[in-house]
T-cell receptor, first 111, second 112 residues
């Protein structure tokens, strides 16, 4: 069964600090990997999409990396802000509708 | 541009009751999806549609039905609600499957 595992399950960081979230997957075939941000009570919002040939992509203070050989991805948040408090979801696509979602990492940023 | 709109936002049902969740998108997207999100789990696909008049089963379709009579609308029905259907339901749409999805804000359903 295709799986997407995220770690840690949750983390707390101080405002202004950096953090890195991890995503390991076993999905095959592989088309692209997506990171979504989900605020409490809202739907997920796309941050980045990376294909097999891309190993890094940035969206403002968010930088995602992908190692398709080891089937690992990370999302790095730089200079965190209170508004970064959310759940971050890793999603792997085989190229059709069968997206595999991770359970998410809950990030809490404290002043 | 509203994106993806879900109604209602909250609902409490008694076991055995029926209801319909509505998803509307104004982006002319072909593909539409219904997911459920449960604590500690990733989103799971219930049903999906690849265009007007088409529907197909996803990962967890039992107890649900869908219809896509118009391109912009995707309805999710529960004929006889069960407590196991207590969840947060998300609708999503996209122009192409390799593109990012646009999600609605969700419907929180409680079945008692």
């Amino acid at each position: 069964k295709n799986q997407v595992e995220q770690s840690p399950q949750s983390l707390i960081i101080l405002e202004g600090k950096n953090c890195t979230l991890q995503c390991n997957y076993t999905v095959s075939p592989f088309s692209n990997l997506r990171w979504y941000k989900q605020d409490t009570g809202r739907g997920p919002v796309s941050l980045t999409i990376m294909t097999f040939s891309e190993n890094t992509k940035s969206n403002g203070r968010y930088t995602a990396t992908l190692d398709a050989d080891t089937k690992q991805s990370s999302l790095h948040i730089t200079a965190s802000q209170l508004s970064d408090s959310a759940s971050y979801i890793c999603v792997v696509s085989p190229g059709d509708y069968k997206l595999s979602f991770g359970a998410g990492t809950t990030v809490t940023v404290r002043a | 541009n509203a994106g993806v709109t879900q109604t209602p936002k909250f609902r409490v049902l008694k076991t055995g009751q029926s209801m319909t969740l509505l998803c509307a998108q104004d982006m002319n997207h072909e593909y539409m999806y219904w997911y459920r999100q449960d604590p500690g789990m990733g989103l799971r696909l219930i049903h999906y549609s690849v265009g007007e008049g088409t529907t197909a089963k996803g990962e967890v379709p039992d107890g649900y039905n869908v219809s896509r009579l118009k391109k912009q609308n995707f309805l999710l029905g529960l004929e006889s609600a069960a407590p196991s259907q207590t969840s947060v339901y998300f609708c999503a749409s996209t122009f192409r499957t390799e593109n990012g999805y646009t999600f609605g804000s969700g419907t929180r359903l409680t079945v008692v």
